[in-house]
């Protein structure tokens, strides 16, 4: 019983990582963009959620739709102002404008909302319901169902869409979804819509309840190993890769932890995914690209 509880605690927490994984996914299919600052992203859009439904005392129904339509902004200003200049450069540039936003979120929450922790608006059910001898995490359930939900709609969105396949045209190469008459300046801007969007719901979910502070951020750096070991171009692939580093975390928690002062959960992502990329760079689900000379 010890171990299949926390098999399932392990999936459901990998289930969750899994959207932050999507917000990779989306943004990365049509710009090509790895976001190291998804978790400064995924900060503010929290700070956000604090701000109209605690500091304004807002209800739930009118403070998450305006925290949604400020997450969007911000979205759309980052992406018009610095990666879309940035649309067939050099990936250093990329990657160092990456890092840059990471730094100038970070230090612009700091700034105006502080260093101090804050309670987060409880969204979800607290609490866990009882299966026989088995807990189950309420928000965590909910999460990994709305995780899979939204799987699914964005894989019917990226392959029965328009849109989605245009995004998919541009994910393969820019200059030639140009030359096909798509835009990619429009692409990526609504792959940054939908990122910042799944961030927010990742928010909800992962800190319902919990305490808000710049510590936030870290769930980024949780689930880029899930991102690249999914493939950045798979949407499905987000989440089984989430829920094999959940249930990797979990037993490394609970049975390795003790004997190494709490170190094998927090690096058991990453070893996974040097070892993987090693032996297969486009993860378990991602594009395998020929060149041919």
Not at 246 to 259: K, M, N, T, V
Request: hydrophobic share 60%; net charge positive.
């Amino acid at each position: 019983m010890e171990v299949l509880q926390t098999l399932i605690n392990g999936t459901l927490t990998g289930a969750v990582y899994g959207v932050v994984a999507l917000s990779f996914v989306v943004i990365y299919r049509a710009s090509k963009i790895v976001n190291l600052a998804q978790g400064q992203v995924i900060m503010v859009s929290a700070f956000f959620v604090w701000f109209f439904v605690q500091k304004m005392e807002m209800p739930l129904w009118a403070g998450l739709p305006l925290s949604l339509v400020a997450s969007v902004c911000m979205g759309a200003v980052v992406e018009r102002l610095v990666f879309r200049r940035l649309i067939g450069q050099p990936v250093f540039s990329v990657v160092m404008a990456s890092i840059g936003l990471l730094i100038l979120l970070q230090g612009a929450v700091q700034l105006i909302f502080g260093a101090q922790t804050r309670p987060f608006p409880q969204v979800l059910p607290d609490g866990a319901w009882k299966i026989g001898d088995i807990l189950v995490n309420k928000s965590l359930l909910i999460g990994a169902l709305l995780t899979f939900l939204l799987t699914e709609l964005l894989n019917l969105f990226f392959t029965h869409t328009s849109a989605g396949l245009r995004l998919a045209a541009v994910a393969e190469d820019h200059v030639t979804a140009m030359s096909l008459g798509i835009s990619v300046r429009n692409a990526t801007a609504i792959a940054w819509m939908l990122g910042v969007t799944l961030s927010l719901i990742a928010a909800i979910i992962l800190l319902s309840g919990k305490v808000l502070g710049l510590q936030a951020a870290e769930i980024g750096l949780r689930a880029l190993p899930v991102a690249l070991l999914g493939g950045l171009e798979s949407v499905r692939g987000a989440s089984l890769a989430g829920i094999l580093i959940g249930i990797g975390e979990a037993l490394a928690s609970r049975y390795i932890d003790p004997h190494t002062a709490g170190a094998a959960s927090m690096i058991f992502p990453y070893l996974l995914m040097v070892f993987l990329l090693l032996f297969r760079p486009q993860g378990f689900f991602g594009w395998k690209r020929i060149e041919r000379l």
